[in-house]
């Protein structure tokens, strides 16, 4: 047999012993199928609602499902482990089923779709959608949409993330399909992104207030300690500073402290060593040339017309 056949007929028999478990074990809630092959034979994990009504009384109900299975679909040695539904309401299938019963109960479509869409995302769905199709008020067929939150209709998301669940309702009218897509309250979406805040700084908690006394203490030596700092200070720095040499004659920078005092001294002195100095001998020439005052130059004398003298009479005239 050529692989591509062999795929197809694991297929059918999977899908056929879905349908023959749907149907058998329908009053326990039916709510997915697992077929797996090991070395020991063909192990059938069965997720119902309700586990007891599937194991039976001393366990006669599940030995008699599994020689079914194996007479029936011809899978060696199967092994049937049955697991319970943590969330009911979370289980595409099982909400299938049950909206497919209330219809056959007689529940109007709309009221039957939005109470389970409802009890849906009251159980921590992200988002679920409700999709009845057939006869439902007349004898054309008509498609109702129920849906509410975040749905993903394509893409690897929805084959990762919804989980879909199929039923039909046999009713007077005809055959009306139930389908329920449901997703994951756990699902991470690719374009979802967290943005981590960064690590909150440990603030130091507040020291204790000290006593009065001891406040002023410490603030008394850190007062002593800061003027003792300024005192070597001023210190190093007239040890550093180099006296400036007065000069022969140089006169303190007015303003100085005590300066002006040394000044008038110093020229009493310069005086009284002046008196006490024996005056040289000046010749009479240079005393005189000093004492006298210098007198102005005599301009040039203009030619004056000489007067006329009355001529002296003589005796004999």
């Not at 040695?77 to 049955?82: A, M, R």
């Not at 139930?178 to 309250?185: E, K």
């Not at 006394?213 to 500073?241: N, S």
């Not at 002046?274 to 030619?303: D, G, R, V």
Request: positive net charge; proline residues 8%.
């Amino acid at each position: 047999m050529a692989s591509e056949r062999k795929f197809v007929t694991e297929n059918i028999r999977r899908v056929l012993l879905k349908e023959y478990l749907m149907k058998r074990v329908g009053r326990a809630g039916f709510g997915g199928l697992d077929v797996q092959r090991t070395p020991m034979g063909t192990r059938v994990t069965l997720i119902t609602e309700r586990p007891g009504l599937v194991i039976g009384r001393r366990g006669e109900a599940i030995k008699s499902l599994t020689r079914a299975i194996e007479e029936d679909f011809n899978f060696s040695n199967p092994q049937i482990e049955v697991q319970e539904v943590e969330n009911p309401n979370l289980n595409a299938q099982i909400m299938a089923e049950k909206l497919a019963n209330a219809l056959e109960r007689g529940w109007h479509f709309r009221r039957a779709g939005h109470s389970t869409v409802r009890r849906i995302m009251e159980s921590g769905a992200r988002g679920c959608q409700i999709i009845i199709a057939g006869k439902l008020t007349g004898q054309r067929h008509r498609t109702e949409k129920f849906k509410n939150g975040h749905i993903k209709f394509c893409g690897q998301a929805k084959l990762n993330f919804m989980q879909q669940g199929f039923a039909a309702a046999k009713l007077k009218p005809g055959v009306i399909g139930v389908t329920v897509q449901i997703m994951d309250p756990n699902a991470r979406l690719p374009d979802e992104i967290d943005i981590i805040p960064p690590p909150a700084v440990p603030v130091p908690a507040p020291a204790a207030p000290a006593p009065e006394g001891q406040e002023k203490a410490e603030e008394k030596k850190a007062g002593e300690a800061v003027e003792a700092l300024k005192k070597t200070a001023e210190d190093e720095a007239k040890a550093k500073k180099p006296r400036a040499k007065k000069k022969e004659g140089e006169v303190a920078a007015p303003g100085a402290p005590g300066e002006e005092k040394k000044v008038r001294k110093r020229k009493k002195k310069d005086e009284g060593e002046q008196a006490a100095k024996p005056t040289e001998a000046i010749e009479p020439a240079q005393t005189q040339a000093m004492t006298a005052p210098e007198q102005p130059k005599p301009l040039a004398e203009t030619p004056k017309a000489e007067e006329k003298k009355p001529e002296e009479k003589t005796e004999g005239a």
